[in-house]
């Protein structure tokens, strides 16, 4: 096991009395805080740096219904403080912190925030996804109150009612392909004439009954009142002709951008930006591994980041015990 404890000589330009940590964690989603778990509770001495959203991603969720375990469902912010307190419990730090620059070229590794720096003998990245936005000024007033991302995580609120899918993509045809089950009308409204989607999803939701497709469309604005979302604004493009189409909710699903941009030039990212990693969440550099939605741009589940968070802080361990020897 690696030594934790006071910086030497030998490791540079350390402050005599400046702490390195076994294991340093970017993010405080589900993958940060299962990868804590794990490192705290193999004794290693453990932070986890929160980033600039507490909980990450799900904190937006209003509930989380599918995470197994929890069969009354519960608020994702509360998902967020109960990860929090059992990683607390085997003895994670928790660093409320934006780290803006990183060397992994040196060993320790060096992480920069804008008042501090702080070293690691191994690092674990879950920084996530954000999904991306239309970019509409009434787009975060309606969020959670009929605006959504995500809709495996929503959807089921939206039961017999009217809803629309914004996107041309594999996520959007499968969100509307899943929202049909529930909702009682869903409208695709999509920028071009074709879809994105691969060809057997495209016959999917092209067939389905519940789904009617607003070709060249794009949406201008949202309306709604106390209640929440109640009409689109959407332009066709060939010709400008505005109308309001009338729905409960609209799921964003214009693609997502993964927080990787700290590590372009450290870590090999694929051609969307996603860190790429081996089957045991290794990136090219020895010591840094990387879990959820930063390296996955499949699945995306509170549940698949929290067991690619767990492979994380267990191979971390075993990189340490090895170094240790
Ligand atoms: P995507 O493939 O990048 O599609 C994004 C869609 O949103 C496109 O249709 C794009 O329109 C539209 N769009 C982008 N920005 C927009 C804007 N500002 N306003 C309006 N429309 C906008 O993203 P994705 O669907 O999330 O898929 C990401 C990756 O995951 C893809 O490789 C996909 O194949 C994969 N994926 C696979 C599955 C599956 O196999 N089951 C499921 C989900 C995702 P244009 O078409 O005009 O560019």
Known sequence: MAA???ATQKEGSLMADEQIYDVMILGSGPAGGTAAIYTSRAGLKTALVTGPVPGGQLTGTS???NFPGFPQGLKGPQFGELLEQQARRFGTEFIFDIITAVDLSVRPFVLRAEEAAYRCRALIVCTGSSPRRLGLAAEREFTGRGVSYCAT??????????VAVAGGGDSAAEDASYLARLAGKVYVIHRRGELRAHA???KKV??????EF????????LKGDERGLRRIVVRDVRDGAVKEVPTDGLFVAIGHTPNAGLFKDSLELDAQGY???DRLTRTKVPGVFAAGDVADPH???AITAAGTGCAAGMEATRYLEAEGE
């Open 4 to 6: 934790s404890g006071h």
């Open 63 to 65: 509930e989380i219904e």
């Open 153 to 162: 995580c929503d959807g089921r609120f939206f039961e017999g009612k009217t």
């Open 200 to 202: 057997a999803m495209q």
């Open 206 to 211: 092209q067939e389905n009954p519940k789904i």
């Open 214 to 221: 607003l070709w060249h469309s794009v949406i201008e604005d």
């Open 275 to 277: 860190i790429v990693t």
């Open 299 to 301: 699945f995306r589940q």
